[in-house]
């Protein structure tokens, strides 16, 4: 579900499409629980395969969005967890389905950004409180090149979309032409 911004809503610096997988109940909701918090790996390619599927048969225009624009290239790029988070869990669950997601479409992938500090859990916080907790957290990895890249931002939900406007509104800023968030669920 979801699509292309519609062009007066369209900012500068803001997302150039949305598309999430589902909404966030179960059973989605239990296998990304599963994914992040009981450290199953393997079901992030099982949901990538899912959402392939998906875009063959219900949403082409995705996969035809990233063949239209292929000779200005894609990359994926993941949302980065606070590294201390990330090496508690072990992994970052949105850097697992955007490498399946590369391998998979034959994209380029790019840890492009990183998390500068520690923000507190976005799952208990209000649409104000998240977007405060989020701001200035990113910055663009050091002699990233993103200069006319379309990036397909990866995440795992989409909520209030706090963190996926300010990771998009740091790759724009860095040169990234098209931002497209990538979710399994919202």
């Known amino acids: 579900m979801g ?6 809503c369209r900012r500068r ?12 109940q179960d059973p989605l909701r239990s296998a990304i629980q599963k994914l ?21 048969k ?17 990359a994926l790029v993941p949302v980065p967890l606070y590294w201390w988070r990330e090496n508690d869990r072990g992994f970052n669950q949105s850097s697992l389905i955007g490498q399946s997601l590369a391998q ?23 649409s104000r409180q998240r977007h405060q907790n989020i701001k200035n957290a990113f910055e663009i990895v050091e002699n990233c090149k993103l200069k006319n890249e379309n ?5 795992d939900v989409w909520t209030t979309g706090s963190t996926l406007r300010e990771c998009c509104w740091i790759l724009k800023r860095a040169g990234a032409k ?7 669920a919202r």
């Open 3 to 8: 699509g292309q911004t519609h062009p007066i």
């Open 13 to 24: 610096f803001g997302l150039d499409g949305l598309w999430s997988l589902g909404i966030y």
């Open 36 to 56: 992040k918090y009981k450290r199953i790996k393997e079901l992030s390619d099982v949901l990538v395969n899912l959402t392939l599927e998906y875009w063959v």
């Open 58 to 74: 219900y949403q082409p225009f995705v996969l035809d969005q990233i063949k239209k624009d292929q000779g200005a290239g894609w």
């Open 104 to 126: 998979k479409l034959g994209l380029k992938y790019l840890d492009a950004l990183k998390r500068v500090r520690y923000t507190k859990s976005q799952a208990k916080l209000n």
């Open 151 to 155: 990036c397909l931002l990866i995440d």
């Open 178 to 184: 098209k931002v497209w968030a990538i979710t399994l």
